[in-house]
T-cell receptor, first 116, second 114 residues
Framework: DAGVIQSPRHEVTEMGQEVTLRCKPI?????LFWYRQTMMRGLELLIY????????DSGMPEDRFSAKMPNASFSTLKIQPSEPRDSAVYFC??????????????FGPGTRLLVL | KQEVTQIPAALSVPEGENLVLNCSFTDSAIYNLQWFRQDPGKGLTSLLLIQSSQREQTSGRLNASLDKSSGRSTLYIAASQPGDSATYLC?????????????FGKGTKLTVNP
């Protein structure tokens, strides 16, 4: 398998523009996670899905952020409108199962977002 | 609320030295404790996962231990090499009744000098 795939790898945009980040999890993985990493706050979980259903979005910072998973092989994280403080690296991760038999999470390479 | 702390934030050692990275967590009710490696500009790569019933896990030159009662985990790297230079993050997975959220520390940036 190619691993978790994210696109774009880099995104530079201007404040107020819409940004869409994309993720393809590893085939057969039931859980998908979106994280944000900054120097100040470290790695933060934004939202996660189980079998395409959003389970916990309590980490989503504001209504400007939204995430969807229309099918088992694709998810998007959208920021509209974007602000300079959204600049960060956004990671997608997937795992085949969670709970007592949890395996580790497999991370994508990340999308580096810079909002000017 | 689970909090994970890693001290020091950065560590520099000469090649060949054995070293220990520290991780502490506030809530001992965890399913497992995981260690990840992150290279600059890259995503996280899983190194070791220690179940709550285990005391340690080994992979090659890496050995991770877990002491739930004291809320501590350590990652031991033997005979360090320049290729080990990276940021190492630990993450606690909450116990029964918790959500599926991994709680990460901010990492220790390791530099191994040739």
């Amino acid at each position: 398998d190619a691993g978790v795939i994210q696109s774009p790898r880099h995104e530079v945009t201007e404040m107020g523009q819409e940004v869409t980040l994309r993720c393809k999890p590893i085939s057969g993985h039931d859980y998908l996670f979106w994280y944000r990493q900054t120097m100040m706050r470290g790695l933060e979980l934004l939202i996660y899905f189980n079998n395409n259903v959003p389970i916990d979005d309590s980490g989503m910072p504001e209504d400007r952020f939204s995430a969807k998973m229309p099918n088992a092989s694709f998810s998007t994280l959208k920021i509209q409108p974007s602000e300079p403080r959204d600049s960060a690296v956004y990671f997608c991760a997937s795992t085949p199962r969670a709970g007592a038999t949890q395996e580790t999470q497999y991370f994508g390479p990340g999308t580096r977002l810079l909002v000017l | 609320k689970q909090e994970v702390t890693q001290i020091p934030a950065a560590l520099s050692v000469p090649e060949g030295e054995n070293l220990v990275l520290n991780c502490s967590f506030t809530d001992s009710a965890i399913y497992n404790l995981q260690w990840f490696r992150q290279d600059p500009g890259k995503g996280l790569t899983s190194l070791l996962l220690i179940q709550s019933s285990q005391r340690e896990q080994t992979s090659g030159r890496l050995n991770a231990s877990l002491d739930k009662s004291s809320g501590r985990s350590t990652l031991y790297i033997a005979a360090s090499q320049p290729g080990d230079s990276a940021t190492y993050l630990c993450a606690a997975y909450p116990g029964q009744g918790g959500s599926e959220k991994l709680v990460f520390g901010k990492g220790t940036k390791l530099t191994v000098n040739p």
